[in-house]
Antibody
Framework: QVQLQESGPGLVKPSETLSLTCTVSGASLTTYYWSWIRQPPGEGLEWIGYIYYTGTADYNPSLKSRVTISIDTSKTQFSLRVSSVTAADTAVYYC?????????????WGQGTTVTVSS | QSVLTQPPSVSAAPGQKVTISCSGSSSNIGNSYVSWYQQLPGTAPKLLIYDNNKRPSGIPDRFSGSKSGTSATLGITGLQTGDEAVYYCGTWDSSLSTVVFGGGTKLTVL
């Protein structure tokens, strides 16, 4: 059974860098694409980006200048970094699996982790 | 303002049927597959429908999806109180070069 678990600081100061990690169990990182999605309080879903095990990544153009997604297949983890954060980056951050055979469909999600940007 | 437009809320009685619409354009729904997700209170979204009308293993056939032109629809029959959730549609937008989601529809089972 595939499981994804997000981890990282719950509080980040404005202008600093947000860093999260998603640990995958029950699936090989080399078989799928892996993605990050966030949800601000009381709002809808926003796609952040995805990465393939080769390191190929693509990002939401609205966030591209501040976002980096990386992958470590030896640790079965992939990570998210968002630089120069503001209060607008406060959200629940989800990691999700993105099968290549399914067209931009996220079939397994982590439980999510809440990140608050505040001084 | 979401790229895909969903009604903010719908409601129906237990046992009844409800449909949730998702309206887009030729750069997203019109030229792509649509997925639907269910988000129960306090939980992560869960995939309900993919490729417009396919159900993942374990999703009951009470849930169905369809697409016509630049709109998609999620149908739920035999409503149960446990279906109370927010439902999102999602797809790829080729003009924006990003995955886009609807704003979400809150289903109330009266």
């Amino acid at each position: 059974q595939v499981q994804l678990q997000e981890s990282g600081p719950g509080l980040v100061k404005p202008s600093e860098t947000l860093s999260l990690t998603c640990t995958v169990s029950g699936a090989s990182l080399t078989t799928y694409y892996w993605s990050w999605i966030r949800q601000p309080p009381g709002e809808g879903l926003e796609w952040i980006g995805y990465i393939y095990y080769t390191g190929t990544a693509d990002y939401n153009p609205s966030l591209k200048s501040r976002v980096t997604i990386s992958i470590d297949t030896s640790k079965t983890q992939f990570s998210l970094r968002v630089s120069s954060v503001t209060a607008a980056d406060t959200a629940v951050y989800y990691c999700a699996r993105l099968p290549a055979a399914l067209y931009f469909t996220f079939d397994v999600w982590g439980q999510g982790t809440t990140v608050t940007v505040s001084s | 303002q979401s790229v895909l437009t969903q009604p903010p809320s719908v409601s129906a009685a237990p046992g009844q049927k409800v449909t949730i619409s998702c309206s887009g354009s030729s750069s997203n729904i019109g030229n792509s597959y649509v997925s639907w997700y269910q988000q129960l209170p306090g939980t992560a979204p869960k995939l309900l429908i993919y490729d417009n009308n396919k159900r993942p293993s374990g999703i009951p056939d009470r849930f169905s999806g369809s697409k016509s032109g630049t709109s998609a629809t999620l149908g739920i029959t035999g409503l149960q109180t446990g279906d109370e959730a927010v439902y999102y549609c999602g797809t790829w937008d080729s003009s924006l070069s990003t995955v886009v989601f609807g704003g979400g529809t809150k289903l109330t089972v009266l």
